[in-house]
């Protein structure tokens, strides 16, 4: 068992020189995409990004759409919708999936005239290179599955009369609550050197557990650790490993499709 709640943080120089990199382009941009992990619409949406925004139009790309659940996603998309916010969920690991929102892109530019330019942001690994790649139809901007890989801005033509820019993915300097802390660190937005994985693993299941009333299937880490063979008799525990996998079981829709958050039941989509 982990002992206390850790505190996770990064926000690394690297970090802060392309937000200021991201705000001197600011000039120069049209459209703001923000691609935002769909399993942590809130918790996954930087609000300094939103806030360089100005009042740009925008798409809110919620990625990951594959590994959410569903009918939280719907949920959510009624959401923005309701708060006239353009928004769209897609796989980003499938390029019909991400076309979705070329849509978007193009009746947001409309009438515009000239060259339209689109910067791309969100958090570090929320899968803005691979929404670029999906409307780019290759494979042009570098994707991995750890965060942090994307160091520096690029544009991309991905119309005749659009170009966008990958940009390094941003947190806030300090992530406010222990809450928002284990679902960034959970979906991959902070690398796994920052933080204990058995501490991240076990308040993602006592989570799961009050949501659920108790009624869930997903183990917790022990029962995990063991059916996996990461406790054997009369070997040191392992359960550092164990929680490694668990998380990576996780974002491999192993556990089922979870969203870690939904919205906030104001009245504000309840029309439908
Ligand atoms: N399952 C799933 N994986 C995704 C999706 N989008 C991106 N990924 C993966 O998440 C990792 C990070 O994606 P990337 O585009 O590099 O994120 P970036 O750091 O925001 O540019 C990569 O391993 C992608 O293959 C998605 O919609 N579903
Ligand atoms: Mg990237």
Redesign the pocket.
Known sequence: MASAEQVIQWYPGHMAAAMRKIEENMKLINVVIE?VD?RIPTTGSNPLLDEISGKRPRLLVL?????ADPISTVKWLTRFNATQRRAVA?????QA?VGKANFHLGQLTAGSKGSQRAIVV????????????GLLRRAA?????R????RAVQWFRVQPMLELM?TP?ILVPKIDTPDAQWKLAIT?AIPRERYDPEDVVERFHKWLVTKTQKRTRVPDLQTFASARGFLRKGAESDLHNAAQSYIKDF???KFGRITLEDPVDDGIAKTT
Do not use: C, F, H, Y
């Not at 690994?125 to 670029?132: F, H, L, R, W, Y």
């Open positions: 691609v769909a990625s990951r759409e594959d590994l897609v796989n980003g690991k499938d999936s969100g958090v570090p690994n929320s899968g803005k290179s691979s929404v670029i790649n901007a570098k994707t991995e599955d965060a942090g890989v994307t990958d993915g991959g974002n491999d829709g």
